[in-house]
């Protein structure tokens, strides 16, 4: 059974960081692209940063770049996202996803993926 489970969520203030991880099981990790998403209260899921499955290849959000950073640890199966310099308005479920793959794209539409995790709250206050 495919299982995402995000954790590293939480409250902080603007212009702190936070980690977030994915820990992904049920599946052989090597071969899957992923992604993270979020969904702020009263709006659409939006991409936030994705990476190949080898990790050579990642792409991010216009509103993040320089900012975030999306990494991976094969061995562990874990997939982070390094976010610096939060603002209030990036409060939101954070969710990350995988697709099965055989190429090394970084997709950044939900139709892509076809496995979710349950979301961790990240909260950034003014």
């Known amino acids: 059974q495919v299982q995402l489970v995000e954790s590293g969520g939480g409250l902080v203030q603007a212009g702190a960081s936070l980690r977030l991880s994915c820990a992904a099981s049920g599946f052989t990790f090597g071969p899957v692209a992923m992604g993270w998403f979020r969904q702020a209260p009263g709006k659409e899921p939006e991409f936030v940063s994705a990476?190949?499955?080898?990790?050579?290849?990642?792409a991010y959000a216009e509103s993040v770049v320089g900012r975030f950073t999306i990494s991976r640890d094969n061995a562990k199966n874990t997939v982070y996202l390094q976010m610096n310099r939060l603002k209030p308005e990036e409060t939101a479920v954070y969710y990350c996803?995988?697709?099965?793959?055989?190429?090394?794209?970084?997709?950044?539409?939900?139709?892509?993926?076809?496995?979710w995790g349950q979301g961790t709250q990240v909260t950034v206050s003014s």
């Open positions: 996803a995988a697709r099965r793959t055989s190429d090394s794209g970084a997709y950044s539409l939900r139709r892509d993926y076809g496995y």
């Open positions: 990476i190949s499955r080898s990790g050579g290849s990642t």
